[in-house]
């Protein structure tokens, strides 16, 4: 069946089958990476709940997983202040976190996040994250730094996997590009 929010797409970025190849690359640099250290894979509600059930079953290693939520955007724009919505339900101190996110723009919300957990005192916060949005400006500075990354995607405003426009679109199967009148 024809699925009914196509026609709402420019493009499609990545197909399913690529995104679950990357997948598995990803997963075993992590395994490598984490083995053994039991590490708190946290979800950023809700854009990268889909990532985060994909992911960690790439992760061949022990592992536990909490989920919170900040909100920056609405609509398709920052609204420049971070707020945590959910805060996390383990403790952080003395944990290897790993901060999984669907995509990074500025990295102002990650940024934020980070701050927070660094200041509960874990062993070692990195950040995990679907997509980096390409920045054309090469003077733009992101304010942090993404250590895994599945794809760098070009800087327009995506919508699929997990990624929605106002709650829409999470649920398709793969990443485009929103056309410019469903937001105009
Ligand atoms: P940042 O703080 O890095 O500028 O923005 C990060 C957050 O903004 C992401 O977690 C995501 O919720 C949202 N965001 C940024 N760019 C896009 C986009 O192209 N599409 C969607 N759906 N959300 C985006």
């Known amino acids: 069946m024809k699925n009914e929010m196509e026609n709402d797409i420019k493009k499609v970025l990545y197909p399913e089958d690529v995104i679950k190849s990357r997948l598995e690359e990803l997963g075993e640099a992590l395994s490598n990476d ?28 022990s592992l536990q997983m ?6 920056s955007y609405e609509g398709t724009s920052s609204t420049g202040e971070v707020r945590i919505v959910k805060d996390l339900e383990a403790s952080v101190e003395g944990r290897d976190i790993l901060i999984v996110e669907d995509i990074v723009d500025t990295g102002l919300t990650l940024s934020y996040l980070v701050n927070q957990l660094k200041s509960r005192n874990p062993a070692s916060v990195n950040i995990c994250a ?23 995607c070009p800087d327009e405003f995506v919508v699929g996997y997990g990624l929605d426009f106002n709650e829409k679109y999470r649920n398709l199967p793969y990443i485009g590009v929103l056309k410019e009148e469903m937001y105009s």
């Not at 979800?43 to 290693?61: E, N, P, Q, T, Y």
């Not at 909490?66 to 909100?71: K, L, P, T, W, Y």
């Open 34 to 61: 984490y083995a053994g250290k039991n590490p708190l894979v946290l979800c950023v509600l809700k854009g990268a709940s889909i990532f985060i059930a994909d992911i960690v079953r790439h992760m061949a290693v």
């Open 66 to 71: 909490d989920f919170m939520a900040v909100s």
């Open 130 to 152: 679907l997509l980096l949005k390409k920045k054309n400006d090469p003077s733009t500075q992101r304010m942090v730094d993404v250590k895994y990354v599945g794809f760098e």
